[in-house]
Every structure is written in structure tokens, then in C-alpha cells.
Nanobody, 115 residues
């Protein structure tokens, strides 16, 4: 069992930056793959970025070059550094941990990009 708690969301102007954190507890987190998803109003939840237990990453085309996912296994935390934010990045951002058939979600954190 893994519990995930996201933080770091908020209101930011276009072109600004935010760093989201996802703190995990309850299990050995470094054996899990982790990912950030987002869901905008009226849209399906979509993958933003993912990181494997050993640090391989992949990104949605819409965020490549602007967002960076990373993990600190010693702190049981996954981060999403978001730069050059655009209004279309506005969404609730969710953290997910996966190992085999087991998957866990956080409660989400709101990111709003607006002037």
C-alpha cells in the first residue's frame, strides 16, 4: 500500500514556473514507477511525465523541453518542475505510483496559469 500526497500547485502567470511534489509513504517507494497526470475541465486525464525506478523518463509532446520529472528515493518524493507555463497547462495534476498490477493515486493539486 502506498499513500501519495501532492503539493506545490497554485496560480502562476504565463511564462512562470512551479514545482510540484509528490510525497509517498507506506511502502518501499523506490521500486515503483511514478508519473504525473493532469486533467483539465471537460477533458480526459492525460499523462504528463513518467519516471522508472532507475530514473528513465518520458514526457508528453506538449511539455517536452518545459517540464522535468525527477525522483529522490531517499525522500520518497517525486517532483515535476514546470517552466514556461502556458494557460493550456491549467489542470488538476495527479501523482501516480505503479508496480505490476498495483497502482495508487494522489488526491491532486490545482495548477492555474493565468494573467
Amino acid at each position: 500500500q502506498v499513500q501519495l500526497v501532492e503539493s506545490g500547485g497554485g496560480l502562476v502567470q504565463p511564462g512562470g514556473s512551479l514545482r510540484l511534489s509528490c510525497a509517498a509513504s507506506g511502502s518501499i517507494f523506490d521500486i515503483y514507477a511514478a508519473a504525473w497526470f493532469r486533467q483539465a475541465p471537460g477533458k480526459q486525464r492525460e499523462l504528463v511525465a513518467a519516471v522508472t525506478p532507475i530514473g528513465f523518463t518520458n514526457y508528453a509532446d506538449s511539455v517536452k523541453g518545459r517540464f522535468t520529472i525527477s525522483r529522490d528515493n531517499a525522500k520518497n518524493t517525486v517532483y515535476l518542475q514546470m517552466n514556461s507555463l502556458k494557460p493550456e497547462d491549467t489542470a488538476v495534476y495527479y501523482c501516480k505510483a505503479v508496480r505490476g498490477a498495483s497502482e495508487y493515486w494522489g488526491q491532486g493539486t490545482q495548477v492555474t496559469v493565468s494573467s
